[in-house]
């Protein structure tokens, strides 16, 4: 039996003061040769028992108390130990330790007792989101030793669907929860033979997480059990996070906060809430799930939250903590807002969360329209800001993001990937405990207090007539105008091969900037060559899956209006347009379909800019992020009537199915479980 260890009865709320001080930097600063400060900063020593350890250890204490709460349905410690046990033994033998297992499923109880038995049974979790789409299965399923996938079968890809029984092992899993679908179809672990020269885990992996790859396909980062542990006893600190406490499980389920999300609850005798799926579409929604759920702590994306920031902050909240990551934030939050508003900022590669800045209402500066720095480093963090030959730089010279230290990841599970991404330091560079750099591609700024500023990626460079250009500098133009709440900017390429800038602009709440203003503006901050050649006012920006502006998304569509295949909106003139293109596909729906579905054809090729839609394609697998789909919901509600639910969309097999929905709805005739 493991040793029991001394974690607190009750929960450390703590006080701000108190929190300010987790992330402090333990070392002083190096100096140059001159006396200068180098940007380099150290978090405070690693610490933290193991994840696994902690979580039988309150299994043990509290027994009784809740574990999961999902709307009606509680599970308490003990149930969800009893079940993960279960899980491990359905398993048996044909998952052994070591082994990579992709998991397939929605945030639910089911998830949190999936994550419990692999970690039981010593094998490697890989999440990959409840619906993750065929080709993209497909490529990790060939690329990693996957032994095995576990969700619901009608999404797994076609080789893992084997009509022998023998390759499927029904899992007991809870089938209750807002995500579950109420289908009542079983949670599968279908196994299939791995692809010729499919990678293995590394040793003392403990997760592994997919990363967009420049090649297309997905890359896959491995984390070892300590590096977590490590993270979870800060978030466990600084939060003040114990029993009594609800923490969200909200983050996409194929992104790796969400790890942070679930263990940090299963570690601290805390409750864990997993969010339906429509809070993630309208930030009213969201905060009013916050306060039925009477959520205590909780992460989102940084898309995903700004919009709940300009609004009025509910003072009903029981909220007092609020992680938010995954992009640049624009603005500080108001003094009306009485949660402590955590900026964090991290790779997947140095798991999860590398630097944090806290603000709370009484801050001096809170409200301002500028972003707030991405902090310092959290324990087991080393970061070192360098130039372009590995060489520190002082404090208040931009440069590269390094992280070392024991948040690293294991690595790649591509090995020669691994050697590039990841490097010894430079010679001249004294950091204790960071063998080895993870280089993150990221331009920052240090300042003279340890702090670090985002600058954007050094990567995202493009050339405009022969001159280098950062789109981030350019959105940062744009965002200097009170009228503009934030700006994406990307590049497309033209039939004839030339990159043009577009941007992408969302106003501030009442406002309504025009475009040839907000041109003439930027000019006075920006090279000629910078200056976009267009300027689109939207509502949202897109969001991919895990809630990130979806800048792939907008860069497609520029290029289908650029090439004709979308609307036109003026390219060189500025035009004011929705991000959406608006014109009618000249495909026609097939000669046999009804109303209904020749309404959601329609709406879905114009907001895809697909003329090749058809009825048996799947809304998401085509791409379809959070924006689009709101819209969509819009379109078919102005059409017909039928105000359809995102969940109700989303479950959809395809879209035939969505229209035969709107006709059941329109006469009256409810959906099973919807």
Avoid at 124 to 139: E, H, I, K, N, S
Avoid at 507 to 528: D, F, K
Wanted: hydrophobic letters at 40%; proline letters at 8%.
């Amino acid at each position: 039996m493991t040793e029991s260890l001394d974690l607190p009865n009750t929960p450390t709320h703590r006080t701000t003061a108190d929190c300010a001080t987790s992330t402090s930097i333990s070392t002083p600063a190096a100096t140059a040769g001159d006396g200068a400060a180098l940007s380099i900063a150290h978090g405070a020593a690693p610490g933290g028992a193991g994840v696994l350890a902690l979580f039988e250890e309150w299994v043990r204490r509290s027994p009784e108390d809740p574990a999961v709460i999902d709307g009606a349905h509680t599970w308490t410690y003990g149930d969800i130990d009893a079940a993960a046990t279960k899980a491990a033994a359905a398993l048996g033998d044909r998952v052994r330790p070591g082994d990579l297992v992709g998991v397939c499923l929605d945030r639910s109880a089911a998830l949190v007792v999936t994550a419990i038995a692999l970690a039981r049974i010593g094998a490697v979790y890989l999440p990959l989101g409840p619906r993750p789409g065929q080709r993209r299965t497909d490529a990790v399923t060939e690329d990693l030793n996957v032994v095995c996938l576990i969700g619901d079968p009608q999404v797994l890809p076609a080789r893992h669907q084997s009509a022998d029984t023998a390759d499927h092992v029904v899992l007991p899993l809870p089938a209750e929860g807002a995500n579950t679908g109420g289908s009542g179809t079983a949670v599968i672990a279908a196994f299939a033979a791995p692809g010729a020269g499919a990678r293995k885990a590394p040793d003392e992996a403990f997760y592994a997480v997919l990363t967009s790859g420049s090649t297309g396909r997905p890359k896959a980062v491995a984390v070892a059990e300590s590096a977590l542990g490590t993270l979870l006893d800060w978030y466990r600190r600084e939060m003040g996070l114990g029993p009594g406490d609800r923490q969200s499980l909200l983050i996409g389920v194929a992104f790796d906060p969400h790890l942070m999300e679930l263990w940090a609850g299963l570690t601290s005798g805390a409750a864990l809430v997993p969010a339906p799926d429509d809070v993630r579409w309208d930030s009213a929604v969201l905060t009013d799930w916050w306060r039925d759920a009477r959520v205590t702590v909780s992460v989102g994306a940084t898309p995903m939250i700004e919009p709940v920031l300009d609004r009025p902050w509910p003072q009903d909240l029981a909220l007092r903590h609020l992680i938010v990551g995954g992009d640049r934030m624009r603005r500080r939050p108001g003094g009306d807002v009485t949660a402590t508003v955590h900026n964090a900022y991290g790779p997947a590669e140095a798991t999860v969360v590398t630097t944090t800045h806290a603000m709370t209402r009484s801050d001096a500066r809170a409200g301002e329209q500028t972003p707030p720095p991405i902090g310092t480093p959290v324990p087991g963090a080393t970061v070192v800001v360098t130039d372009g030959e590995g060489n520190a730089v002082p404090r208040g010279t931009d440069g590269e993001l390094l992280i070392g230290g024991s948040c690293l990841a294991l690595g790649y599970l591509d090995p020669e990937l691994t050697a590039r991404r990841f490097t010894v330091p430079h010679p001249a560079l004294d950091l204790p405990g960071a063998g080895r750099l993870y280089r993150t591609g990221d331009r920052v700024r240090m300042t003279a207090d340890g702090s670090i500023e985002f600058l954007g990626r050094l990567d995202d460079q493009v050339k405009i007539s022969g001159v280098r250009i950062e789109p981030a500098e350019v959105e940062a133009a744009f965002e200097q105008d009170p009228s503009v709440r934030s700006a994406v900017v990307v590049a497309p390429r033209t039939p004839d091969g030339r990159t043009r800038l577009v941007a992408y602009v969302r106003p501030t709440v009442g406002a309504a900037p025009g475009s040839g203003a907000l041109l003439a503006a930027v000019r006075a901050w920006l090279p000629e060559q910078a200056v976009p050649s267009d300027v689109r006012i939207v509502a949202n920006h897109p969001l991919d899956a895990n809630g990130k502006v979806d800048r792939a998304e907008l860069t497609r569509l520029a290029a289908a209006e650029v090439s004709g295949t979308g609307a036109t909106t003026g390219a060189t003139t500025g035009a004011t347009t929705d991000a959406a293109p608006t014109a009618r596909s000249e495909a026609g729906p097939p000669a046999d379909a009804t109303p209904d579905e020749s309404l959601v054809l329609h709406a879905v090729r114009d907001l895809l800019s697909r003329p090749s839609v058809e009825l048996a394609d799947n809304f998401t697998d085509l791409g379809g992020t959070s924006v689009q789909a709101a819209r969509l919901l819009t379109a078919i509600e102005r059409e017909s009537g039928v105000r359809l639910r995102a969940p109700q969309l989303l479950r959809q097999p395809d879209l035939a199915a969505v229209a035969a929905l709107i006709g059941r709805l329109r006469t009256g005739v409810r959906q099973p479980g919807a």
